[in-house]
Each structure stands twice: as structure tokens, then as C-alpha cells.
């Protein structure tokens, strides 16, 4: 015979389990307490994370006004007025077809690849319309008089608002 068979304290009498007292878990109710708060938070704030057309618009306003800023400084490097329009259809960047400061804006900027400088506003975005030039010192203008701007200019997209400033041609939105 083995000496476990012989030491009764080897295996205490009564015992199938685990030695610890205590069992841990969650009980079945507050598992579906837990499952049905859930289910409400996802029925009410899932639509909002994935709304499409927010996303959209905040890239579309963080698009344009990336234009905007573009054509401010291909102006002043480039000693060339340069145009930028947006409307509810898309925004564009554009130069004077003739001379740096003479002739309408129709020669699109390309991009690097060889694009135009351009994108049309997603569906569903209400777009604000503005077209403005920047001379050769950053400073906007009126694409329509040609003069230059006096006071700060804007445009909404959405809910957001770009904001352009005289003198400088500083672009911003909050």
C-alpha cells in the first residue's frame, strides 16, 4: 500500500471543489441589467458616431480651408494673384490666365499629381459662397471689383464658419 492511502489528512473527506470558500461571478439579473443598458446607449448614441454627413462636413470645412490658406501662400511665393471661390457645389483654387495681375481667373492650380485644385461639397452640406483673390503680399481681395478687402470676410460650412482676415489674409475657424 501507498502512504496516501494511508494518511487520511492527504484528502480531506467531503471536499469535490476548490478549496477557496468564496465563489465569484455575476448573478443572471445583473447580466441582463447590464445587456439592456447596452442596448438603450447604443439605440440613442450609436447614430450619432456614425452620422455620415458630420464627418463630412467637418472635413469638408477643414478641406477648404486648407484651399484658402494654399492660395494664400502660392500668391505670395509665386508673386501671382491667386483665386479662391467656394459655393454649394465645391470650392477651387485658381490664378489669372493672362499675367500675374492682369485677366480673369480661370487657370486652375493643380495639385501635386496634376489635378485642379478643387473638390465638390458632399451631399447633404449646406455651403456658404465667397470668391476672393489674395495678391502677391497675402492681402485678399474682391475676386468680382478687384478691390481689396477692408473687413474680415466668411463663409459657413455646416455649422462651422471660416473666417478670412484683411490685411493679412489670415484664415481660421473655430
Known amino acids: 500500500m501507498d502512504t496516501a492511502s494511508r494518511n487520511h489528512k492527504a484528502r480531506p473527506s467531503g471536499r469535490v471543489f476548490s478549496a477557496c470558500a468564496s465563489q465569484s461571478g455575476f448573478t443572471v439579473v445583473e447580466l441582463v441589467v447590464v445587456m439592456v443598458l447596452i442596448g438603450i ?18 472635413g469638408f470645412a ?24 467656394i459655393d454649394p ?11 500675374c495681375s492682369v485677366g480673369g481667373f480661370t487657370r486652375d492650380v493643380n495639385r ?14 449646406a455651403v456658404g459662397t465667397l ?5 502677391a ?7 468680382g471689383s478687384g478691390t481689396l ?9 455646416g455649422g462651422r464658419t471660416i473666417t478670412i482676415e484683411p490685411e493679412t489674409g489670415f484664415v481660421h475657424l473655430p
Do not use: H, K
Not at 501635386?112 to 452640406?125: D, H, I, L, N, T
Open 41 to 58: 446607449l447604443a439605440a440613442n448614441a450609436m447614430p450619432r458616431f456614425f452620422e455620415a454627413s458630420r464627418f463630412e462636413e467637418m
Open 62 to 85: 477643414d478641406s477648404s480651408a486648407a484651399a484658402a490658406r494654399f492660395a494664400r501662400r502660392l500668391a505670395v511665393n509665386s508673386r501671382c494673384d491667386t483665386g479662391f471661390s
Open 89 to 99: 457645389s465645391g470650392y477651387s483654387v485658381v490664378q489669372r490666365a493672362d499675367s
Open 112 to 125: 501635386p499629381g496634376g489635378q485642379a485644385w478643387s473638390e465638390a461639397a458632399p451631399s447633404g452640406v
Open 131 to 135: 470668391a476672393i483673390f489674395f495678391d
Open 137 to 143: 503680399q497675402g492681402r485678399p481681395g474682391d475676386m
Open 149 to 157: 478687402l477692408s473687413s474680415a470676410v466668411s463663409y459657413a460650412v
